[in-house]
């Protein structure tokens, strides 16, 4: 453990920021990968008060919905109700518990939904038609979702939070590790999917496509842009990635999987564990400063699968939280990697011609959530990164535009604590969800 005194520590890490912020204030918002550097030794975190009273975060992140299909029939938050389908405005129907396939949402498909900021291309989509009915137009209702909506009316909603990358899971997965997608704009090519994965454990043949300065390529998912792992290391914070292992279909989204120098550092072994370490981890008092938590596939929310089994899976870890000591002093940010297809009326913001992507929930969860808080500001998962970095005074290695707006806006840091809300499980319909790839 390091020793230093807190106050001489605060100065050096101050000192970094400075340094990091003149060189980074200006960086564009996709940069290129940074050159190789090696994984910083862990130590223990210090955990002091004058970090303020979270000491805890919990990424969350569930599958392929956006804001309008979750949150559109919301009280008080920028939903809608209707949809456009080519020149038509329809009233959008409701989304089954499961659906027969996952709507396609790749790079091609996103761009073409999102029609120059018409947003009325989401029918056109691979697969938005199931059974001779527009599924990707579509919502669903609160008595389908209870506890999400619970959440988001209890805690703050974000209702202008935006996927960072036009497209599917791999580049916004990155992205919430790395505040980056290393020019990333789609998942890796099917070629490259076995065993299981998106990154450095691809096979040979793996390629995703990337966009970079005016120029489109080809480049292997195996990248060594930095993360907010190396700042936890060099500040000493602790941290896990809770995820599928390798040769469980849900590995492909282990976005340290697709960072070179962590997937081969020794704490490939001891800070990337197994999603159902989770809860023992919470129950044993061993939650790290910073976890990712990934669901399995069955109960990540992601078509066709059971959007009730998946709402239960996130209950019950929420559950272990807020049934335990750590509920005084943990953050979560529950949110959804992209869109999948579902239609949603708000124009990304286009910052480049692959940012923002369509928008996403995101709900902060928390003691010192405002409570019963739509935030209308603009976000992506940057601002997630940005977050983190703040209230661990993390140093500057990731490389991002540091001008977003970070969720903290969403927490009042000295109000008076809100209570726990366990929630109970919702009883699911009958049924399973059909065939069809993860997009």
């Known amino acids: ?5 807190l106050r001489l520590r605060a100065l050096i890490v ?72 080519g020149n038509k405005t329809i009233t959008m129907g409701v989304t089954p518990d499961s659906l027969d396939r996952d709507i396609q949402h790749t790079g091609s ?44 009316t209890t805690y703050s909603i974000a209702d202008h939070f935006f996927s960072t990358v036009l497209s599917g899971s791999f580049p916004n997965h990155l992205v919430l590790v790395a505040g980056q997608s290393a020019n990333t704009i789609d998942n890796v090519d099917k070629k490259g999917t076995k065993p299981n994965a998106w990154g450095c454990d691809s096979n040979k043949k793996a390629l995703v496509h990337t966009y970079s300065r005016g120029k489109y390529g ?5 990248f060594n842009i930095q993360a907010v792992t190396d700042e936890g290391n060099q500040a000493g914070v602790s941290w896990k990635y809770y995820s599928a292992p390798l040769g469980n279909g849900a590995y ?41 938590l990934i669901p399995f596939i069955p109960v990540s929310d992601h078509p066709p699968y059971s959007e009730c089994a998946g709402q239960n899976w996130t209950v019950q870890e929420i559950n272990a939280i807020m049934e335990s000591p750590y509920w005084a002093s943990t953050a979560i940010v529950l949110t959804w990697d992209d869109y999948g297809g579902f239609y949603d009326h708000v124009p990304p913001p286009r910052q480049t011609p692959f940012q923002l992507g369509v ?11 405002k409570p019963h808080y739509v935030s209308h500001t603009q976000y992506d998962f940057r601002s997630v990164v ?8 993390l140093p500057q290695r990731t490389t991002y535009d540091r001008k977003v707006n970070s969720i903290g806006d969403m927490l009042n840091l000295t109000q008076t604590a809100l209570p726990a809300t366990p929630l109970g499980a919702t009883v699911c319909p009958k049924g399973k969800g059909g065939k069809g790839g993860l997009y």
């Open 252 to 292: 492909i989204w282990n976005g340290l999987d697709a960072i070179k120098h962590v997937r081969y550092s020794s704490q490939w072994a001891t800070n990337v564990v197994n999603t159902n370490q989770f809860i023992t981890d919470v129950k044993n008092g061993s939650l790290p400063a910073i976890s990712w």
């Open 109 to 152: 498909n996103s761009t073409n939904a999102v029609n120059h900021g018409k947003m009325d291309g989401f029918s056109k989509e691979g697969h938005a038609k199931q059974h001779g009915k527009d599924m990707a137009d579509t919502q669903y209702t609160s008595a389908q979702i209870p506890n999400y909506y619970s959440y988001a």
């Open 1 to 5: 453990m390091n020793h230093r005194p």
């Open 386 to 393: 940005k977050f983190i970095e703040q209230t661990f005074a």
């Open 14 to 85: 101050s000192a970094a920021l400075i340094a990091a912020g003149a060189g980074l204030l200006g960086a564009q918002a996709e940069a290129r990968p940074a050159a190789d550097m090696p994984a910083v030794p862990q130590v223990a975190a210090p955990h002091t008060a004058e970090l303020g009273p979270i000491k805890h975060i919990v990424v969350i992140v569930k599958e392929n919905h956006s804001f309008d299909n979750l949150f559109g029939q919301l009280s008080g938050a920028a939903g809608s109700r209707r949809a456009k389908v």
């Open 218 to 222: 080809w480049t292997r998912p195996c």
């Open 359 to 369: 928008r996403v929930p995101a709900i902060v969860i928390s003691p010192y959530s």
